[in-house]
């Protein structure tokens, strides 16, 4: 079905652009929902590459995932290495007639840019490139401080196996480094400026399930019925709290999920009953330390039971230091606000890069991001390539005073 569009989009750019919204807005023109690239990558990399960045694709597939494309590119050859990093793909739009626009057009109207993606984080990339430019530009050719790099996944929204962990790691066996990170994920609540992020919280996803004897209701001493207690280990679990929390983190917190019998019968017993936990936890905890817990706790009901725990990250933090610092200062500079250091929220790919060096998060506001009809300020996409701009200043001179600045 073809639309007409008030606004034309501009054609992807392939010459030194540092307009951030019409690079947003080719960005979001490619349907990028993980693990297909449809041409985002192409587009940035023919953004960056005017610039002077040499541009690396990294494409990684393991056994039953699909093979996903990275993008990692580099100006520069000294220390220190400033790295923005992100990604491209998004999820899918879900019920496209529920949108009042085009997914994937990029359309600007009422002074906002619409698409998937706006929010989480193509605009964000594009802010990336268009610092780099303006940074660039105004020092003049061959006048780097160091070296800018990004490191831009296509598997983030998916499994994130072939994605940021695994560039991360083939950096590593080759000796580049990288000094200092900052993710360009949506991380203000509400209004650009409001909070960055210094860590995030550990998440782990548990399967409690309990398994009995089947039989007839009307002859309960036959069987062993497992639903209650299932239920008093997840009373067990819901009745004690797991900390008050800690100087960065909020309390850690079980939240379950699902309960599960299954069972459409009146008169029948069933023999097995399972529930589902997500855990999101503070850095007083580790995946394991929680696994642990969730144990003792059914263990101490009692019977049969098997737990199984899969923990997708752990909790970190990158205490308040020169990074953070050089990122609200960038941040106050431009919008005039002194942002909150959160670890709230879920997880990010910065889960992986904190094994790597400091990191910390910020880009758009997030409240429409994954929403149907996601959408940014386009005053904030201006403000928010300024920030990263500033941050490119701050981080550099704060390095000639503190080598290897982080
Ligand atoms: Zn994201």
Same mark, same amino acid.
């Given at each position: 079905m073809s639309r007409t569009v008030a606004n034309a989009v501009p054609a992807i750019p392939d010459s030194p652009d540092p307009d951030p919204l019409a690079l947003a807005r080719a960005l979001i023109r490619c349907p990028s929902v993980t693990p297909d690239d449809e041409g985002a990558l192409g587009t940035l990399q023919r953004s960056l590459e005017p610039l002077g960045f040499a541009c690396e694709r990294m494409t990684f597939a393991e056994e039953g995932t699909a093979p996903v494309e990275n993008l990692y590119a580099r100006i520069g =050859? &000294?220390?220190?290495n400033f790295c923005f990093a992100g990604h491209t793909d998004v999820v899918p739009p879900g019920d496209r007639a529920l949108w009042t626009v085009d997914p994937f057009e990029g359309e600007v109207r009422d002074g906002r840019l619409w698409g998937r993606g706006a929010a989480d984080m193509k605009a964000a990339i594009a802010c990336f490139v268009a610092a780099a430019a303006r940074f660039l530009g105004a020092r003049g050719a061959g006048r780097m401080p160091g070296s800018i790099s990004l490191l831009i996944t296509g598997d983030e929204e998916g499994p994130?196996? $072939? =994605?940021t962990r695994k560039v991360l790691r083939r950096l590593a066996e080759r000796g580049e480094t990288i000094d200092a990170c900052l993710v360009g994920e949506?991380? $203000?609540?509400?209004? *650009? =400026?409001e909070m960055i992020k210094i860590g995030r919280r550990g998440s782990l996803n548990a399967v409690i399930t309990v398994d009995g004897v089947q039989g007839h209701s009307a002859y309960p001493h036959l069987a062993d019925n497992p639903i209650p207690r299932l239920v008093r280990m997840l009373v067990a679990i819901d009745g004690t709290? *797991? %900390? %008050?929390?800690t100087p960065h983190f909020q309390p850690s917190a079980v939240v379950m999920t699902s309960v599960d019998v299954g069972n459409r019968a009146t008169n029948v017993i069933p023999s097995r009953a399972t529930a589902h936990l997500n855990v999101r936890f503070n %850095?007083?905890?580790t995946g394991d330390s929680i696994a642990a817990w969730l144990h003792e706790r059914c263990a101490a009901v009692g019977g049969r039971f098997e737990l199984s725990c899969e923990c997708s990250g752990e909790a970190f933090l990158t205490p308040p230091g020169p990074l953070s610092r050089v990122v609200a200062d960038a941040v106050r500079k431009v919008t005039g606000g002194q942002p909150e250091l959160s670890t709230s929220g879920g997880t990010s790919d910065a889960r992986f890069i904190k094994d790597y060096c400091p990191v910390c998060e910020f880009g758009m506001? =997030? &409240?429409?991001?994954?929403?149907?009809d996601e959408s940014v300020n386009v005053a904030d996409i201006d403000a928010l390539a300024r920030i990263y701009e500033a941050v490119l200043q701050g981080f550099f001179e704060e390095s000639r005073c503190r080598p290897p600045a982080t």
């Open positions: =050859g &000294e220390a220190p994130a196996v $072939n =994605g949506p991380t $203000n609540p509400s209004a *650009l =400026g709290p *797991l %900390d %008050d929390g %850095d007083r905890h506001p =997030g &409240e429409t991001a994954h929403k149907v």
